[in-house]
């Protein structure tokens, strides 16, 4: 299954995770406890109960996937840059608006630079 470009690009401060990554990284973990320890690592009820919450936390249907993307692309919007128009975080953006020399205006780091030099 082919995943839309535009769905990985995430800029916000929440977590994503995708399937290839966390398969290799599971598999990593796994390997080196497995190395560690001869007992077993979780238990089948633990990894029932871990597998279910993944995939009721997955987004399945395409009308579902499309109001994920959009929001995604709306939290985006909310936080550009008055200069470039780039995104930036909501850290960098709560700087600047609690900041009073950007007078409330969001500016990303490197446009942030020009008011040290007033």
């Given at each position: 299954?082919?995943?839309d470009g535009e769905v990985r ?106 008011f040290s030099d007033i």
């Amino acid at each position: 299954m082919k995943i839309d470009g535009e769905v990985r690009k995430i800029s916000s401060n929440e977590l994503v995770i995708y399937d290839i990554e966390l398969t290799e990284y599971i598999e990593r973990k796994i390997a080196v406890l497995k190395l560690q320890t001869r007992e077993p690592i979780i238990g089948e009820s633990e990894l029932l109960g871990i597998y279910n919450a993944i995939r009721g936390a997955n987004i399945t249907g395409p009308k579902a996937r499309d109001i994920h993307k959009t929001s995604l692309q709306n939290i985006q919007r909310k936080n550009l840059c008055v200069m470039c128009n780039q995104p930036v975080s909501d850290k960098v953006a709560t700087y600047c608006l609690t900041n009073k020399i950007f007078n409330g205006q969001i500016y990303c780091y490197d446009h942030q630079k020009r008011f040290s030099d007033i």
